[in-house]
């Protein structure tokens, strides 16, 4: 019986990965690099994609080193295309610096953090101390920087004096390498630092890449392209890699036969259609790719699936997204948690700030963050993209309605034991239960100014019925019959009925007046025929719910339909 490698969970050490683990090969996106050789690169991925791990993998091939670090290529595939990429191999001094643990509250606390790692870096590189080739002031700059009495202008200045002095010292002007450029950018836009960190950043990256003749090539990588607040000012040799290019598309996340030939491996392969369904989903440039961390998290835990990728890190960008969307992106983002597919504009500048200016831009922001697919696009005379966008799998589905029930606690509107009270009462087809969870909702959460028009409350109710989508599929806005009805419940199996709900408000009425709206709201499913589709689908019982709204006050007018023997029950 064969002893199967573990599976490397976290591990972004390259040597590390690919001698003691299950290493999936990208070495290839070395080549497709030296084949383009742009000056600086780019690359723009969601997190947990491997983006630690391939910057590592370039550190090391293209790396000066006293040991002989060929070794750790000589089976992989960027050894068998030829000598003219093997000729690259440990030929050039590296700066390598990552930035997926700057996270921090304040700017001091960020600032202290990058001294450290520039301190950290500038260390693996003592033998500029005892060259002959660096000038005494240079020493001095080095010297400051290793024992922490740097300026915050030494600091910022780091990358383009050392570039400079490794040049001097090897005759070869270095490769410089940035990981996760944008993870301090994005905690000083949370944290209330943001001008500082973008200042600071812009100097630093301007000195390493804008007209730096020290510098062979250049690579980064991050969630964003962070360019309207000019980080990257100037820096017109900028190569841009983001999920919508088809360059490097195969090298940041798992393809589909990389996923069949682990499975293999683990001896999993009946377990691949599960994995496909919660892993797979997303589409980079033109290839199919799943989801690494999760898929390796899947594999070696027994195949349990689970939301494993969503789980690594706060998800503050849906959080923005729901403090910001208007009623219009509320729907669309209820139409994409029902498995439905919207159309936005995607650009692939947008930045955090630009969210309350423009509330639409939250799409290429979900896009770029992992938590939309872009299944159909047409490029567009500004550069920006006209796409169909869906969720991309049952992993981000998961952590879109909890990530909603997340946020709607968070801020008072709903409480877990109400959403939870709303789906008991309907499993239960408990009327009375449901007309109380509603209520306790409108009086513990909503002020007199959260209210008014029928979207609204559209948007109240999809909310409190989120948790239901594993027992129902949740429709909103579709036709049926003569007309549109507002919110559908299809049961996934056939022990639960099927529910149809239309929504009414008008302010100022009375109770007996809201009753007789509620009433409408019930005749109008009947009338159009609102339980066309569900009838032609075969759902044999139907729940029929008129809601109305006026202020804080609710009214429920409900029938439950047989449809073997059609018979009705009015329910008070």
């Not at 001698?19 to 690169?41: A, N, R």
């Not at 921090?104 to 101390?129: M, N, P, V, Y």
């Not at 009805?485 to 996934?492: A, G, N």
Request: proline fraction near 2%; include cysteine; hydrophobic fraction near 35%.
């Amino acid at each position: 019986m064969k002893t199967c490698k573990p599976l490397p969970i976290g591990i972004s050490d390259y040597v590390r990965a690919q001698s003691e683990y299950y290493y999936v090969d990208k070495t290839l996106l070395i080549k497709e690099f030296l084949d383009q050789k742009p000056l600086v690169s780019l690359f723009t991925r969601p997190r947990r994609f491997g983006k630690t791990l391939n910057m590592d993998m370039l550190r090391v091939f293209f790396e000066i080193s006293e040991d002989d670090t060929s070794e750790y290529f000589r089976d992989k595939a960027i050894w068998k295309c030829g000598e003219e990429y093997r000729l690259h191999q440990g030929k050039y001094p590296v700066i390598f610096l990552t930035f997926k643990d700057v996270k921090f509250d304040s700017w001091e606390a960020t600032k202290d953090k990058i001294c450290g790692l520039l301190q950290a870096e500038f260390g693996r590189h003592q033998e500029l101390f005892g060259s002959e080739k660096i000038a005494k002031y240079e020493k001095d700059y080095f010297a400051r920087i290793i024992d922490g009495s740097a300026t915050e202008v030494d600091l910022a200045s780091a990358l383009e004096n050392l570039s400079r002095m490794l040049a001097e010292h090897y005759g070869k002007a270095p490769v410089v390498i940035i990981d996760e450029y944008d993870t301090p950018i994005q905690e000083g836009y949370a944290k209330d630092f943001y001008e500082e960190i973008i200042g600071f950043m812009r100097n630093l990256f301007s000195g390493a890449f804008k007209d730096n003749k020290n510098l062979s090539y250049g690579f980064l990588t991050g969630i964003l392209r962070i360019a309207q607040e000019s980080v990257f000012s100037g820096l017109n040799n900028l190569a841009v890699n983001s999920v919508m290019d088809e360059e490097y598309d195969k090298f940041f996340g798992f393809t589909c036969s990389e996923v069949h030939e682990m499975m293999e491996y683990y001896n999993v392969l009946e377990k691949e259609s599960e994995l496909k369904d919660w892993y797979d989903g997303y589409i980079f440039g033109g290839e199919e790719i799943y989801n690494p961390w999760s898929v390796i998290n899947y594999i070696s835990k027994g195949c349990i699936p689970q939301a494993y990728w969503v789980n690594t890190g706060k998800n503050e960008v849906l959080q923005d997204v729901l403090g910001v969307s208007a009623d219009d992106i509320t729907e669309k983002l209820h139409v994409l948690l029902q498995g439905g597919r919207v159309i936005a504009r995607i650009d692939q500048n947008v930045v955090y700030r630009s969210l309350s200016e423009e509330p639409a831009n939250i799409y290429g922001l979900l896009l770029a963050a992992g938590y939309l697919k872009v299944p159909e696009k047409k490029l567009q005379s500004d550069g920006a993209y006209l796409c169909e966008i869906s969720i991309p799998n049952r992993e981000i589905a998961a952590v879109y309605k909890s990530e909603i029930l997340a946020y709607l606690t968070h801020v008072g509107v709903i409480t877990r034991t109400t959403a939870n009270k709303v789906a008991e009462s309907l499993y239960a087809n408990d009327l009375k239960k449901f007309r109380e969870a509603i209520t306790e909702y409108m009086d513990k959460s909503i002020s007199f100014y959260d209210y008014g028009a029928e979207g609204f409350y559209h948007g109240l109710v999809l909310g409190l019925i989120a948790l239901m989508d594993n027992q129902y599929k949740i429709k909103s806005n579709r036709e049926s019959g003569y007309g549109r009805y507002d919110i559908s419940l299809i049961p996934r199996k056939g022990k639960y009925p099927g529910i149809i709900i239309e929504l009414k408000s008008k302010s100022g009425l009375t109770d007996e007046a809201l009753e007789m709206l509620s009433a409408e709201a019930l005749t109008q499913i009947n009338d159009k025929r609102y339980d066309t589709e569900m009838q032609n689908d075969g759902i044999e019982n139907i729940l029929k719910m008129g809601i109305a709204f006026s202020g804080k006050k609710v009214k429920i007018s409900s029938c439950f339909v047989n449809n073997i023997n059609r018979a009705y029950q009015a329910i008070k």
